[in-house]
Nanobody, 128 residues
């Protein structure tokens, strides 16, 4: 059983929007920090956004997506979302979510190596 499952990836034109979902199974996601990451072809995985547990609910972003992407939770659905707007070709990549107990604490400091539980990813292609 895969603990995290991403969905919502698609082909979209520049300037378009997508909402990605990260659904948990087998555990309750709301007490965990959850992060969204992107890996473009030939590049290292980078952290984009994260949200702390439900008791705090702080959100953090990397500068390249701030103002365009929004991370949020739906605790009833045991799901974390990444709403992406004004998409650019450089946003193309495989998007993955991850959960852990502590690694979300600062803008521009969302490190993939700090996160322990991962989904398999969903592909986003931004192209005309």
């Amino acid at each position: 059983q895969v603990p995290l499952v991403e969905s919502g990836g698609d082909l979209v034109q520049p300037g378009g929007s997508l909402r990605l979902s990260c659904a948990a199974s087998g555990f309750t996601l709301d007490v965990y920090h959850v992060g969204w990451f992107r890996q473009a072809q030939g590049k290292e995985r980078e952290g984009l956004a994260c949200i702390t547990g439900v008791l705090d609910g702080s959100v953090y972003y990397v500068d390249s997506v701030k103002g365009r992407f929004t991370i949020s939770r739906d605790n009833a659905e045991n799901t974390v979302y990444l709403q992406m707007t004004n998409l650019k070709p450089e946003d193309t990549g495989v998007y993955s979510c991850a959960a852990d107990s502590w690694p979300c604490y600062s803008d521009n400091d969302i490190r993939p190596g700090d996160w322990g539980t991962w989904g398999q990813g969903t592909r986003v292609t931004v192209s005309s």
